[in-house]
């Protein structure tokens, strides 16, 4: 867990230098900006019209949850989406896999609408094609950067891919840290935690645990850190790629976000709807309504 104080100066600097999320006079204009991680439109139009969502990021997992079925039936999908948020971004998600192939999509989704960000796989071509070129992701957001075509580096698990996605000219990066703390659920032993496998770059090394952070090693809270650590390295070098804090999966690391500093954070629509909640709120609620019932006489 963080200790709010080590929200840095460098970090409270580099937010200073970040776009206002709201209108001059809103309280919480500097905040961290808050997208539904969705490609529902029933779940994003009511939180958008509450105010709640100012953006928008979609996957093809998300995409075919909410029901289309081909490329058509997505392409009109996520339309409908970019209409309703205009102008504020909508991330979607590249599922071409050559570079050719991959900036023909861009093209193809950027035409989709002006508020559109091109979500680029930051790695992982080699697991679909043992023959690809491992820097597929980097050269098309290098490209698109040219083409003044924002992007949203997806995918990151650790500083390293954060840090060449911003430095080919990403406009996001986006750490999946709920990902990381299910990963480390399920296999980190305690007992047997490995030493730090930063260094260990083969590929039977991919997944050690502390691949995912520099800095302490393997911990529960690591997808966390890994967001800190990132936004640590861009603050220290004054890098203005925003970063997307991805794949939440609860209140506690809501708050770790926030602690983090953060710019942005894509929230499930599920998630979003308890953000208000708490049990001694509840029981606050019910005693309060239970005593107000004198005032209704
Ligand atoms: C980010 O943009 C991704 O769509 C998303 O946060 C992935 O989250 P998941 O781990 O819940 O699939």
Redesign the pocket.
């Known amino acids: 867990m963080f200790n709010p104080a080590q929200f840095s100066p460098a970090i409270q600097q580099r937010r200073r230098g970040m776009p206002l999320t709201h209108d001059q006079r809103h309280p919480a204009r500097a905040a961290p900006r808050i997208f539904a991680?969705s490609a529902n439109i029933r779940d994003i139009e009511p939180l958008y019209r509450a105010g709640i969502i100012n953006g928008v990021?979609?996957?093809p997992?998300?995409v075919k949850k909410a029901g289309a079925n081909s490329w058509q039936q997505a392409k009109e999908m996520l339309t409908e989406i970019l209409i309703l948020l205009a102008p504020n971004p909508v991330?979607l998600e590249l599922t071409a896999l050559t570079p050719e192939a991959m900036l023909a999509q861009a093209q193809e989704l950027a035409a989709l609408g002006s508020n559109a960000v091109i979500?680029v796989p930051v790695g992982g071509y080699r697991t679909v094609d043992t023959n690809a070129d491992p820097l597929t992701g980097l050269k098309v957001i290098r490209e698109l950067w040219q083409q003044r075509i924002h992007t949203n580096a997806?995918l990151v698990f650790n500083t390293t891919q954060a840090f060449w996605a911003a430095n080919a000219g990403a406009s996001c990066v986006?750490p999946?840290l709920?990902?990381v703390a299910d990963y480390l659920a399920k296999h980190d032993d305690e007992l047997g935690s490995p030493g730090n496998s930063l260094y260990q770059t083969g590929r039977e090394a991919r997944f050690h645990n502390t691949e995912y952070v520099a800095c302490g090693g393997s911990r529960q809270d690591s997808g966390s850190r890994l967001v800190q650590e990132i936004v640590t390295v861009f603050a220290h070098y004054d890098i203005r790629t925003e970063v997307?804090a991805?794949?939440i999966r609860n209140p506690a690391q809501l708050t770790e976000m926030l602690l983090a500093g953060a710019d942005i954070l894509?929230v499930?629509a599920a998630i979003l709807a308890g953000v208000a909640d708490h049990p001694l709120t509840d029981l606050g609620m019910q005693a309060f309504c239970a005593d107000a019932e004198v005032f209704s006489r």
Do not use: C, E, I, V
Request: glycine share 6%.
């Open positions: 991680d990021t979609t996957n997992t998300l991330s979500k997806t986006s999946f709920g990902r997307l991805a794949s894509t499930p």
